[in-house]
């Protein structure tokens, strides 16, 4: 994938991720705990007729830490692709002092927010992907699973279930043998956190990226969730990185396992009917 010459092509990968991020728009979609929360919007250059489809990124973390710039490279190729492609901010304990819970929460209002606003916005409130990377997939995955926790003066009749999920090195299970048991404020409520204890028929389509050297988050993890979701007859794949670490998708990282990756979300958008079938399209920007 091939971005416009600009100043910046010979910063370091992050600060180029960072310069991306200032070509899109923001606005506040959430005012918690004393913070406004942001998302950025890239839309296509070319607007369709029909409501567009979204993707809704949101950054790796360990519910901690982590760069909101991390996904606007995806944004940029998928906005380009005819999607309306968005990386959401969520507080994390670093800069808020929050725990698991409130992340999770804010994932349930972003999607809330999307489906609240889709009109103004373009979009088709039922052709919304959530996407995200470690931590950052647990709680749109999360969305899309558990019953909460929810901001109490949240419009619940909303569903904050996206239409499909595309997850990164994903935290799946916050069980004492997981990851992430400590963080949560008590046992039980990372037990109510655990995904694999909400595995059930009738999930959004699931796509899992995952190297299969992940010191972090075990590959074995999500191969084992992937299995439980099709013997509930969820349509679930993944797709196995040989030899790689946890954050082998990033742009930063590697360019040709960035594009891999890629180009595998794009496959599966046209599979779920999210984007068109448009090789043109496609080769403009390899």
């Not at 999607?83 to 969520?90: C, N, R």
């Not at 794949?237 to 742009?251: P, R, T, V, Y």
Request: glycine share 8%.
């Amino acid at each position: 994938m091939d971005f416009p010459e600009t100043s910046h092509d010979k910063l370091p990968p992050i600060d180029r991720n960072r310069e991306l991020l200032k070509t899109a728009r923001s606005e506040v979609y959430k005012k918690a705990g004393g913070a406004d929360l942001n998302v950025y919007i890239w839309e296509p250059e070319k607007t369709p007729a029909y409501p567009k489809s979204a993707v809704a990124f949101f950054f790796s973390s360990g519910w901690d830490s982590g760069q909101l710039s991390q996904f606007a490279p995806h944004c940029v190729y998928l906005a380009s692709r005819g999607m309306t492609a968005m990386a959401f901010d969520y507080r994390v304990s670093s800069r808020h002092g929050t725990t698991p819970l409130e992340a999770m929460a804010d994932a349930r209002s972003a999607i809330r927010w999307l489906r609240q606003n889709a009109s103004d916005l373009g979009i088709n409130p039922g052709k919304i992907v959530g996407s995200g990377g470690s931590g950052g997939a647990h709680i749109i995955a999360g969305a899309a699973m558990l019953q909460g926790p929810d901001e109490p003066a949240e419009d619940l009749s909303i569903s904050c279930a996206p239409n499909a999920l595309v997850l990164f090195s994903p935290v799946l299970d916050t069980s004492k043998k997981g990851f992430g048991h400590d963080r949560f404020p008590t046992p039980e409520l990372a037990k109510q956190s655990n995904l694999f204890n909400a595995i059930q028929r009738g999930l959004p389509p699931l796509l899992v990226f995952h190297g299969t050297t992940d010191r972090v988050v075990p590959y074995e993890t999500s191969e084992l969730f992937v299995r439980k979701m099709k013997k509930k007859k969820n349509a679930a794949e993944i797709m196995a990185f040989e030899g790689q670490g946890h954050g082998f998708f990033n742009l930063n990282v590697s360019f040709e396992l960035y594009q891999g990756t890629l180009m595998a979300m794009d496959d599966f958008f046209i599979a779920q009917g999210f984007i068109e079938n448009d090789p043109e399209s496609r080769m403009e920007v390899l």
